[in-house]
């Protein structure tokens, strides 16, 4: 196995629409490693054609996280999901597209919050409808849109997670790598912002132990300050635990961003996979 990786820095900035355009003319060939190192919080991406972390694998493809056949699903007499079939590979993905299109259902599927009405979905190389349910989502977590904590303090809302797996949390650990200081642990869930919400959610998906994060739009409620920390802060995770992503997001910027592969919905059906 050849890998060729991309360098330092160049002299420009990350442009959103030049970056996403040439990687979606990229096929699957130029699959990108996930365990090159992520910039810094706070540090800006530049480019050298796509991404200054990214390197090309030659003669491999990237292992298979979720593969999905032929899925459809109807709500409230409407066809939500028109027979998708797509394989989501180890590292982060990105399901990309409007409003409305099907995003977020689909990542409902990938942990049992919903079952498809037709086709089959594999985990892992596994179906996903022969792991039992509790332990499928302890390990394949959702991180929802909006935070939706429990009252109390951070640090009740961290031990709640974990003594669902049974498990006693190091708060303070969890805490840093969901990018907050040990004194958040003490402090009312209600009264912190919305970003700092979102990393308790974090926090406490983490108490878990996954080894799969399906995140919904996880920034979309937030400034472009708090965005960029929350992105960094995912990213970060990504490299010194070695999570595997499925990012929901109608933002191609943000999915240029943080995913090293894409799959484009419109309507309920794929209209591109990269």
Known sequence: MVRVQIGAADSG???PQKDVGWFLDRGLRDVLDPHVPRPEEGKRFHRQRFYPRAAFIV???AASLFDLDGISLSRGGKQVLKGVSAQLPEGASAVVGPSGCGKSTLLRLLNRLADPDAGSIS????ALSSYEVLGLRREVCLVPQLPGLLEGTVAGNVSFAARLAGREP????LLDLAGLDSSFADRDAARLSVGEQQ???LARTLALEPSVLLLDEPTS????AARDSVEATLLDLRARLGLSFVLVT???A???RMADSFLSLDNGCVVDER
């Open 13 to 15: 900035a990350v442009y």
């Open 59 to 61: 003669g491999r493809v």
């Open 123 to 126: 985990y892992r190389s596994r």
């Open 170 to 173: 190091d708060t303070d650990r």
């Open 199 to 201: 990393r308790v959610m």
């Open 221 to 224: 409620a937030l400034d472009e």
């Open 250 to 252: 109608h933002d191609l």
């Open 254 to 256: 943000q999915a240029s």
